[in-house]
């Protein structure tokens, strides 16, 4: 029998902290406590106002897009009573390296026979690509990667049902999406995809191509989601992304305690959990039945009593150092349309800015713009951080947009994951099977990938199979 009176502490109130709560809530739970050390919910959903022509509007420095895929995004917005039709349309083209605007996949613009011809290429393999995800690798696109490093898929499916449907099989192919994305288009002879895959994924922080397991970009951008993209067909939000989870949160029985940290947890094995928090009061320690980390797990170890199995675990976590800031720009002299940099989404190139957001059509080149780089790759030096900023200032002049002021500047603890090799030897169902051990559920962007979708899809599904 459940004990719906049940304590439960949630770490963090991001997406899926405030999620969790809300999947706990529909089961019926009402006696959670989420701690979140900032003074907002949202996370990495941060979409703070600045006035523009006398007039506020909202700007992300965080998430800003989603597509027809994202289900359990859509769930949060329906408790939240909100929806993405107002947000505005995404715009975009290319440049290279110096600024100069080019058209790759315009076959019209400056034709030569070699063009049309690798252009019918790329289209042949996006078609191939999509077959084999469907035949070959059937199953890959559930949500999160339990047992795919033996071959079996296990989990909610991604597909374009209104219901997130249970899917679980065996296909050993799924093997293959341990290895580096490089190689695992090599291995399938669609190595031409890597151009259309690389601007939604490596320009959004995700990490490059040799370094990050398939499982990953696959899994993000399946099928569908990465065709959405291509025609942009993307979800956006008026009031930022941070509104649907201040929504949520407002609905929730208890919204979360906000500016408390978690800086403790003891979990002896005969008595509750002893969560200590800090908050403008000082410290103090509560006592819970169970408890939900959604917030970085190799911080967790610190903090927490950490078993050798989950300091072990935890400490073969990778993230990105993904670093943005919105410019601002001289009176009509910003960009008046997105724009992606090709040439700096390779790890050559770290520390440049890949791709520049221009939110507000309507603001024409008055539009503060967000811009992002990465400067870190595996096997690489980090690019210093002065440097990038420094690159990202020089990037955007060569452009044409030299920046006046930068503001909410940051770099964010980005895309946790796992190098392909551990991905390979199970990292996944190791940290499954201790899921519940010492009455901890972890949850979050590790779970299955650093976007809002599989993050809140992650909580549905720890809530769902273990309270
Ligand atoms: C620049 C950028 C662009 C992005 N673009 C997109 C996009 O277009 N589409 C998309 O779907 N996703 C995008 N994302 C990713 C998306 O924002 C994240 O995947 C999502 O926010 C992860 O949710 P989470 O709850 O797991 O973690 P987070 O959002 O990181 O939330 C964790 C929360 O825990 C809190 N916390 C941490 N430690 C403690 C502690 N000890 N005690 C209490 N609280 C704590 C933090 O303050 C934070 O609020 C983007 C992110 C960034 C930064």
Redesign the pocket.
């Known amino acids: 029998m459940k004990n719906l009176d049940e304590k439960i502490c949630i770490?963090?109130?991001?997406?899926?902290?405030?999620s969790a709560a809300m999947y706990l809530q529909f089961k019926g739970y009402r006696n959670y406590t989420i701690?979140?050390?900032?003074n907002r919910?949202?996370?990495?959903?941060w979409s703070p106002k600045m006035k523009v022509n006398g007039e506020e509007r909202t700007f992300?420095?965080?998430?800003?897009?989603?597509a027809i895929t994202?289900h359990a995004?859509h769930e949060v917005e329906k408790f939240a009573e909100t929806g993405h039709f107002d947000g505005p349309n995404m715009r975009r083209m290319y440049r290279d390296a110096h600024g100069k605007e080019i058209y790759p996949f315009d076959p019209l613009h400056e034709p030569s026979i070699k063009k049309t011809k690798d252009l019918l290429e790329l289209k042949k393999q996006m078609k191939k690509l999509v077959h084999l995800m469907e035949t070959k690798y059937r199953g890959y696109d559930c949500y999160g990667h339990r047992g795919v490093a033996k071959g079996r898929y296990d989990g909610l499916s991604k597909g374009l049902n209104d219901s997130l449907l249970e899917i679980k099989g065996r296909n050993p192919h799924l093997k293959d999406l341990a290895l580096p994305f490089t190689e695992f288009c090599k291995k399938n002879g669609v190595e031409d995809v890597m151009k259309i895959w690389i601007a939604p994924y490596t320009s959004?922080?995700y990490g490059f191509f040799d370094e990050i397991p398939a499982a990953y970009v696959m899994k993000y951008l399946d099928t569908t989601t990465a065709i959405e993209f291509v025609n942009l067909r993307l979800w956006t939000w008026k009031e930022g992304?941070q509104s649907i989870y201040e929504k949520a949160n407002a609905k929730l029985i208890h919204p979360a305690t906000l500016g408390?940290?978690?800086?403790r947890i003891e979990r002896p094995d005969d008595g509750p959990v002893r969560v200590t928090?800090r908050d403008a009061g000082g410290e103090h320690t509560e006592e819970f039945d169970r408890l939900i980390v959604?917030?970085?797990l190799d911080?967790f170890a610190k903090?927490a009593d950490a078993t050798e199995e989950e300091a072990d675990l935890f400490s073969r976590i990778i993230h990105e150092k993904?670093v943005?800031f919105i410019a601002s720009f001289d009176q009509d002299k910003g960009p008046t349309i997105s724009g992606y940099i090709f040439d700096n989404m390779d790890y050559h190139r770290l520390g440049h800015a890949m791709v520049y957001y221009h939110r507000w059509e309507d603001l024409k080149g008055n539009c503060p713009c967000?811009v992002?780089a990465l400067r870190n790759h595996a096997g690489s030096k980090d690019a210093d951080y002065d440097y990038t900023i420094n690159a990202m200032l020089d990037d955007m002049r060569v452009c044409g947009y030299p920046v006046k002021e930068r503001h909410f500047e940051q770099e964010?603890?980005?895309?946790p994951h796992v190098s392909p090799e551990d991905y390979a030897a199970g990292w996944y169902d190791r940290l499954d099977a201790i899921q519940g051990t010492k009455r901890t559920y972890y949850?979050?962007?590790i779970l299955s990938?650093?976007?809002?979708?599989?993050?809140v899809a992650s909580s549905r599904d720890i809530v769902g199979r273990f309270f």
């Not at 701690?35 to 900032?38: A, D, G, I, P, T």
């Not at 919910?41 to 959903?45: A, F, H, I, P």
């Not at 964010?412 to 895309?415: F, M």
């Open positions: 770490i963090g109130g991001g997406p899926a902290g405030i701690y979140e050390r900032q919910v949202g996370g990495k959903c992300e420095t965080g998430a800003i897009m989603g994202y995004v959004f922080g992304t408390t940290e978690v800086v928090v959604t917030t970085p911080h903090y993904y943005n967000a992002y964010s603890y980005y895309c949850a979050g962007e990938f650093g976007d809002m979708e599989d993050t």
